[in-house]
């Protein structure tokens, strides 16, 4: 799921190209990838773009009329823009918004169907997207305690938690963590002082550098490889992969469509979390640390 990061640099290629342009049409490929009906998504039709802004990980396009367009990307959809009047795939195309100068294409790579569009009006019409969390890149250290510390939870849940962390997903939860050298099963509220500083300035710190890389590799074109694995990421999506840091495996706790990355060595002491995919993998042979969890996959055919 594209996160803030990856949600910035939308939102500035975007900027670049429809700020003060007018939406002339609104094509559907699928109709229920539009969720409200009053006012009409056809009531965009005619509508100049006035501002953009990131809710989360939702982009807010402000259209002239106190209209606001919001899009929700979710897992797999993406944005593309191409020249104007360009056709919406068959398979992966959702809906298309023709500018002037292009069109900009809604597409989702997944038979799950998630990612959405709705057409609101006015500010109250927005209330119901924002869920409350924290602006980690406008927030100092008082209000980034406060924001952890409101709900015992594990850390990487707290991070993920929109009601208490803008724009902070799986991908980054997982580099957070492994920068400020913490344990995703670590408790918010059991955390000391000094650890606290070191979440706060790796969340800061990770958010700051993964826009600025993915800016730099934009330039002033289009986001095109908007994806949560990237290869110059230290744990998410490396499982059994070398940590950047000590070159242990990197370890995970798979769960549902989701999966925690981490590195035992850099994270948890050397202590091996628990997880069924790895359990089934290895049976009764269930290691006490990442030493013998190394020798035990060394033994083990690939």
Same mark, same amino acid.
């Given at each position: 799921?594209?996160?803030?990061?990856?949600?910035?640099?939308?939102?500035?290629?975007?900027?670049?190209?429809?700020?003060?342009?007018?939406?002339?049409?609104?094509?559907? $490929?699928?109709?229920?990838?539009?969720?409200?009906?009053?006012?009409?998504?056809?009531?965009?039709?005619?509508?100049?773009?006035?501002?953009?802004?990131?809710?989360?990980?939702?982009?807010?396009?402000?259209?002239?009329?106190?209209?606001? &367009?919001? &899009?929700?990307?979710? +897992?797999? *959809?993406?944005?593309?823009?191409?020249?104007? *009047?360009?056709? +919406?795939?068959?398979?992966?195309?959702?809906? $298309?918004?023709?500018?002037?100068?292009?069109?900009?294409?809604?597409?989702?790579?997944?038979?799950?169907?998630? /990612?959405?569009?709705?057409?609101?009006?006015? !500010?109250?019409?927005?209330?119901?997207?924002? =869920?409350?969390?924290?602006? #980690?890149?406008?927030?100092?250290?008082?209000?980034?305690?406060? $924001?952890?510390?409101?709900?015992?939870?594990?850390?990487?849940? /707290?991070?993920?938690?929109?009601?208490?962390?803008?724009?902070?997903?799986? $991908?980054?939860?997982? !580099?957070?963590?492994? =920068?400020?050298? &913490?344990?995703?099963?670590?408790?918010?509220?059991?955390?000391? !002082?000094?650890?606290? *500083?070191?979440?706060?300035?790796?969340?800061?710190?990770?958010?700051?550098?993964?826009?600025?890389?993915?800016?730099?590799?934009?330039?002033?074109?289009?986001?095109?490889?908007?994806?949560?694995?990237?290869?110059?990421? /230290?744990?998410?999506?490396?499982?059994?992969?070398?940590?950047?840091?000590?070159?242990?495996?990197?370890?995970?706790?798979?769960?549902?469509?989701?999966?925690?990355?981490?590195?035992?060595?850099?994270?948890? *002491?050397?202590? #091996?979390?628990?997880?069924?995919? &790895?359990?089934?993998?290895?049976?009764?042979?269930?290691?006490?640390?990442?030493?013998?969890? !190394?020798? =035990?996959?060394?033994?083990?055919?690939?």
């Amino acid at each position: 799921m594209p996160e803030l990061p990856d949600i910035t640099v939308y939102l500035e290629a975007l900027d670049r190209r429809v700020r003060d342009q007018t939406i002339e049409r609104v094509r559907l $490929a699928s109709p229920f990838v539009v969720r409200t009906f009053d006012p009409p998504i056809a009531a965009a039709q005619g509508r100049r773009v006035r501002g953009l802004r990131r809710m989360g990980k939702r982009i807010v396009l402000a259209l002239d009329g106190d209209l606001f &367009l919001v &899009l929700h990307l979710m +897992i797999a *959809g993406r944005l593309r823009w191409l020249e104007a *009047g360009a056709k +919406i795939p068959g398979r992966l195309g959702l809906a $298309a918004l023709d500018f002037p100068s292009g069109t900009l294409l809604l597409t989702e790579a997944s038979t799950k169907k998630r /990612a959405s569009l709705h057409l609101v009006r006015g !500010e109250e019409g927005l209330a119901p997207f924002e =869920r409350g969390g924290l602006e #980690v890149l406008d927030a100092d250290l008082p209000a980034f305690r406060e $924001a952890l510390r409101r709900e015992s939870h594990t850390l990487k849940r /707290a991070l993920t938690d929109p009601t208490l962390f803008s724009g902070i997903g799986n $991908a980054y939860s997982d !580099e957070i963590l492994h =920068r400020a050298r &913490l344990s995703p099963v670590q408790l918010t509220r059991n955390l000391s !002082e000094e650890e606290l *500083g070191r979440l706060f300035t790796a969340t800061r710190s990770t958010l700051m550098e993964w826009t600025d890389r993915l800016r730099a590799e934009v330039g002033t074109g289009f986001p095109e490889k908007v994806t949560a694995f990237r290869e110059e990421m /230290a744990v998410h999506g490396r499982y059994r992969k070398p940590c950047p840091v000590c070159e242990s495996p990197v370890l995970r706790i798979a769960y549902a469509e989701n999966e925690t990355n981490y590195c035992a060595r850099c994270q948890t *002491g050397g202590k #091996v979390l628990s997880d069924r995919s &790895l359990a089934r993998l290895l049976k009764d042979d269930w290691p006490k640390s990442i030493d013998e969890l !190394e020798e =035990r996959l060394s033994t083990r055919p690939r």
